[in-house]
């Protein structure tokens, strides 16, 4: 058959009629099928093609191999799960619910927002903010007399943002949305084991497979995570997931291949037992009933890494003011975080230091 590229196969309008001869989607249906009851290496094109009847060169006239067969199933499997109940914010934006704005500038979390990108906003020049030079080049007071006011407008505009992203995150409870969008994923692999099963770094994404991962980015986004943090955490919670179904994969199969159930597996292992009488933390810790009810893998792993990624948010959006006179200042992305709002806030902030000496 004639190139097809591979992302124009998953990304394909939807089949006209399916009782319509042999099209992609019933292709993909029969691949799912066969997964299902196989496993991912039960699955070859000939035993898709004698579920729906045809032969497997038929195959091939619309979908080119196995591996853009598996693409076209992780899409399509990943497209049953439910539509979010909330919509998470997009990236960026934040819609604060009645009464944010009027939370305390000192207890609103500064959002990286706040910070205008143009140099003559985040940054005016000490001429401007200070009021100009005296006739010798020597500053005049008028510019620090002058900061408690000007800074106090832009204390309210950075307050207003920042109670705007604390407002966000207690109203749309990140949290809660971002371990139900974990367990819809547990959920959809549990039904279909295969998923785990896909390896490697370079399959390619369908539609639905974007649509959860912007979900997901949009959560985490929303929680008030840097760009890349966000990033990150997403393909960590993303790694966690497809890890502790791998190994549910891994125990099935072994149960299948050797007919012994995990547990009486394990319990026949009484050579091995009676040789780690040598080692004592493994010793008090069974005696101490450690491994009579341990905590569900997944359970535990999804707490932690929950719990984790809200010390990240908290520490991401905790409370910075100038040392000056008490704006609000945007958390550093990089580099030394900021301990004055303005070039005029640190010529204060010197010249106090050398009155004190």
């Given at each position: 058959m004639a190139y097809v590229d591979p992302v124009e196969l998953l990304w394909r309008d939807a089949d006209g009629d399916p009782r319509q001869g042999l099209s992609v989607?019933?292709?993909v249906r029969a691949g799912i099928e066969?997964?299902?009851?196989e496993g991912l290496s039960?699955?070859?094109m000939r035993k898709v093609a004698e579920r729906l009847g045809f032969t497997t060169m038929s195959l091939y006239r619309h979908v080119p191999s196995r591996d853009h067969l598996v693409d076209l199933m992780r899409d399509t499997a990943i497209g049953a799960l439910p539509p979010p109940a909330t919509s998470a914010p997009p990236l960026g934006t934040f819609a604060p619910p009645p009464g944010a704005a009027a939370l305390s500038r000192s207890a609103a979390a500064p959002s990286p927002d706040a910070a205008d990108p143009t140099p003559s906003a985040a940054a005016p020049s000490?001429?401007?903010r200070a009021g100009g030079t005296g006739a010798a080049g020597e500053e005049t007071d008028e510019g620090a007399d002058a900061v408690p006011a000007r800074s106090a407008e832009k204390a309210d505009t950075v307050a207003a943002k920042a109670a705007e992203r604390v407002g966000v995150r207690a109203a749309g409870g990140w949290r809660e949305e971002l371990e139900g969008c974990l367990r819809q994923?547990?959920?959809l692999r549990k039904r279909h084991p295969w998923l785990a099963e896909i390896r490697?770094?370079?399959?390619?994404?369908?539609?639905?497979?974007?649509?959860?991962?912007d979900r997901l980015l949009g959560i985490l986004s929303g929680a008030g995570l840097a760009p890349a943090r966000t990033?990150?955490?997403a393909d960590l919670l993303g790694r966690f997931v497809d890890a502790e179904a791998l190994r549910l994969v891994e125990v099935a199969a072994a149960e299948r291949a050797s007919g012994v159930g995990e547990e009486e597996w394990w319990g026949a292992r009484d050579s091995l037992y009676e040789r780690l009488s040598a080692y004592p933390v493994v010793t008090a810790l069974w005696e101490a009933g450690a491994w009579d009810e341990p905590a569900d893998p997944f359970e535990f792993g999804l707490a932690r890494l929950l719990d984790s990624i809200e010390l990240l948010v908290g520490d991401e959006t905790c409370d910075e003011t100038c040392g000056v006179c008490g704006t609000p200042l945007p958390g550093a992305m990089t580099g030394r975080p900021r301990a004055y709002c303005s070039r005029a806030c640190r010529q204060r902030a010197y010249r106090e230091r050398r009155a004190r000496r």
């Open positions: 989607d019933a292709i066969v997964a299902d009851a039960g699955l070859s000490s001429r401007s994923s547990w959920e490697g770094t370079r399959h390619l994404p369908g539609p639905n497979a974007v649509a959860v991962y990033v990150a955490a």
